[in-house]
């Protein structure tokens, strides 16, 4: 079975400072892991992907996750927050042997603010 | 990136009533879509698999007499909730994936979603 874990149900950090979303993830082998946003009364948007190669990928919006397998992790960061960054954030994960199934976290609500 | 789109956006019925929400993906070819439920404040909950030309293959706990699917096409997936009662009310959303030669690394794509109240 898989499993996301997102700790953090709400990140509060004022705009111009770093900002990091935390992401867990169990699979029984190796992982594919996303980053998607939602903003209110929407669907999902995609911002970002780790399939293999370089553990650090770049996404839309200035937005970067870095891929820990020691750690099992998963982390979206910014370097600089945006008041318009304020949304919910869902961490993903597919494990590569689990076919279509995409497993989601509970969700991070990020706020930023001016 | 790709484009799916949910037809409608908001819909209010009464109840027994039926619904259908369509999902399309608008430039890009996707054998296989899926068709989530979200709740308030929460995450989203995969309620079945459509692939194009067969039956959707449903998650547990998920009636398939109530929340008919139908993948027509490889850019068109129906979700109709039958005889809607208000706690079928909840935020629908679809999403596509992309097929390229290594189906495995595709990425998933949603719709806006589709908020249905059923009065």
């Known amino acids: 079975a898989q499993s996301v874990a997102q700790p953090e149900d709400q990140v509060n950090v004022a705009e111009g400072n770093p900002l990091t979303v935390k992401c867990t993830y169990s699979?029984?082998?190796?992982?594919?892991l996303f980053w998607y946003v939602q903003y209110p009364n929407r669907g999902l948007q995609f911002l970002l992907k780790?399939?293999?190669?370089?553990?650090l990928v770049k996404g839309s919006y200035g937005f970067e996750a870095e891929f820990n397998k020691s750690q099992t992790s998963f982390h979206l960061k910014k370097p600089s927050a945006l008041v318009s960054d304020s949304a919910l954030y869902f961490c993903?994960?597919?494990?590569?042997?689990?076919?279509?199934?995409?497993?989601f976290g509970g969700g991070t609500r990020l706020m930023v603010k001016p | 990136g790709a484009v799916v789109s949910q037809h409608p956006s908001r819909v209010i019925c009464k109840s027994g009533t039926s619904v259908k929400i369509e999902c399309r993906s608008l430039?890009?070819?996707?054998?296989?879509m899926f068709w989530y439920r979200q709740f308030p404040k929460q995450s989203l909950m995969l309620m079945a698999t459509?692939?194009?030309?067969?039956?959707?293959?449903?998650e547990q706990g998920v009636e398939k007499d109530k929340f008919l699917i139908n993948h027509a096409s490889l850019t068109l997936s129906t979700l109709t909730v039958t005889s809607a009662h208000p706690e079928d009310s909840s935020f629908y959303i679809c999403?596509?994936?992309?097929?390229?030669?290594?189906?495995?690394?595709?990425?998933?794509?949603f719709g806006p979603g589709t908020r249905l109240t059923v009065l």
């Open positions: 999403s596509a994936r992309e097929t390229r030669l290594s189906a495995s690394t595709d990425t998933q794509y």
């Open positions: 699979v029984s082998g190796n992982p594919y």
């Open positions: 780790y399939i293999t190669g370089d553990n």
């Open positions: 993903a994960v597919r494990d590569r042997g689990a076919g279509n199934m995409l497993t």
């Open positions: 430039d890009f070819q996707a054998t296989t």
């Open positions: 459509s692939n194009e030309g067969s039956k959707a293959t449903y």
